[in-house]
């Protein structure tokens, strides 16, 4: 089994083609037991206002069961854009954003 991780790089997602593409591909990565979909742990950011706390999290995270890469895909909510972060320690850091 071979992964691809070391080619791939994170990205913000502006389109709606760009997004069914990225999840066509983390969709058919689990499919091949390529990637594994892992439980969201950890929100991307932390904020605080006079009324709560506010955290928002990443709708998806995959590890690499190849090589132990982390990637972090927040799906869109147009006109609000999404993303795709890249962890290649496996190590999920929330303030390098």
Same mark, same amino acid.
């Given at each position: 089994?071979?992964?691809?991780?070391?080619?791939?790089?994170?990205?913000?997602?502006?389109?709606?083609? &760009?997004?069914?593409?990225?999840?066509?591909?983390?969709?058919?990565?689990?499919?091949?037991?390529?990637?594994?979909?892992?439980?969201?742990?950890?929100?991307?950011?932390?904020?605080?206002?006079?009324?709560?706390?506010?955290?928002?999290?990443?709708?998806?995270?995959?590890?690499?069961?190849?090589?132990?890469? &982390?990637?972090?895909?927040?799906?869109?909510?147009?006109?609000?854009?999404?993303?795709?972060?890249?962890?290649?320690?496996? &190590?999920?850091?929330?303030?390098?954003?």
């Amino acid at each position: 089994m071979e992964c691809d991780c070391n080619e791939r790089y994170g990205t913000d997602i502006d389109s709606y083609k &760009l997004f069914e593409e990225l999840k066509s591909f983390f969709d058919e990565q689990v499919k091949k037991n390529v990637f594994k979909d892992i439980p969201v742990t950890e929100p991307f950011y932390v904020g605080h206002s006079d009324v709560q706390d506010i955290r928002w999290y990443a709708t998806k995270w995959y590890k690499c069961n190849v090589c132990g890469c &982390l990637w972090e895909f927040d799906y869109p909510d147009f006109p609000a854009k999404g993303f795709v972060r890249k962890f290649e320690n496996g &190590l999920y850091l929330s303030d390098s954003r």
